[in-house]
């Protein structure tokens, strides 16, 4: 519904013309369209993220997730490691002591991204290492 608009100014003995187009413009509808569209494609998308970053946190922060996370890939690697309190305490200066949060990050990324198995080689390398460091303070 486009209204066309003639108004006639007199300036200087001149008399000027000039169209005014009213009303709405479809360009104007189609954009406003695109722009709500936007808006709920950024909102839903901060939405995911903001949900995303406090799943991550609570993985990494607690310890218990940091623990299960290294004893599942230790348990389909076939080493139990979670029988007695000896093994529990190996299994936290593992976690904490020599993967840190840097290397658990790295490892959950790992999992993530490249997959199950080299994931499993990565971790059951990693415990090899810890093992024949810490063999002198374990026996």
Known sequence: ?????????KFLNLILRYDLFTG???VNILFEK????LWCW???TWVLT???TLLWFYRMIFPWNREQFIKKYMKLAGKEVYSGSRDKKLLE???T???GFDGLLILRLLSINVGLIFTL???KELWKLFQEKYEGIIN
């Open 42 to 44: 950024f909102f839903i």
């Open 50 to 52: 903001l949900f995303n």
């Open 93 to 95: 200066k593992f976690v």
């Open 1 to 9: 519904m486009i209204e066309d608009v003639r108004v006639d100014r």
């Open 121 to 123: 080689e990565v971790i």
């Open 97 to 99: 002591s020599h993967l």
């Open 34 to 37: 695109f722009y709500v569209l």
């Open 24 to 26: 709405v413009l479809p």
